[in-house]
């Protein structure tokens, strides 16, 4: 006889459609989508596009893109605003650094510390990003429909705006 620990009460669809996991997913899919369009973008240098292509570009690398402020960033504030450990954010910084998206300089305010700062490469692939994204965002809105995907933006921001 088959032993179950479970009660049979015990519903487990619940583990594949919660918001979490949905809301990861999304992410995931959005993100692959941008790096797809952008390895198509004939703007981007076309070594970037072929990283992308090659998907040696990961969405890590975009979400170091993401947190970095255009006037620059300190690696513990990049760390701190992207939620990972700063080890994590100096290896990627660092290949960032090596395809010439991102270099260090000296930081005004402290001699011991480096700012990360995106060179003229770096601007024009978050150039890219940027028309990636706003084309991702305009299938998103094809396939869900203009009043959902509005409603969907609005949720998110105002659930996110209360993490940050």
């Given at each position: 006889m088959k032993s179950n620990i479970y009660p049979t009460a015990v519903?487990?669809?619940?583990?594949?459609?919660h918001l979490g996991r949905l809301l990861g997913h999304a992410m995931r899919r959005?993100?692959?989508r941008v790096l797809t369009l952008m390895a198509h973008d004939v703007q981007v240098p076309l070594a970037l596009s072929n990283l992308a292509a090659k998907a040696q570009i990961s969405a890590a690398h975009i979400h170091l893109m993401r947190h970095l402020?255009?006037?620059?960033?300190r690696l513990v504030d990049l760390a701190a605003?992207?939620?990972?450990?700063?080890?994590?954010?100096a290896h990627l910084v660092a290949q960032c650094e090596a395809w010439g998206l991102v270099e260090k300089s000296a930081d005004s305010r402290d001699a011991r510390a480096k700012q990360i700062v995106f060179t003229?490469?770096?601007l024009q692939w978050l150039g890219g990003f940027e028309r990636a994204v706003q084309r991702a965002e305009a299938e998103?809105?094809?396939?869900v429909g203009a009043d959902i995907a509005t409603v969907v933006k609005i949720g998110l921001e105002a659930y996110?705006?209360?993490y940050a």
């Open positions: 519903q487990d669809g619940w583990r594949v459609t959005f993100d692959e402020a255009l006037s620059g960033s605003s992207a939620g990972m450990s700063k080890q994590a954010m003229a490469l770096g998103f809105t094809q396939e996110a705006n209360a």
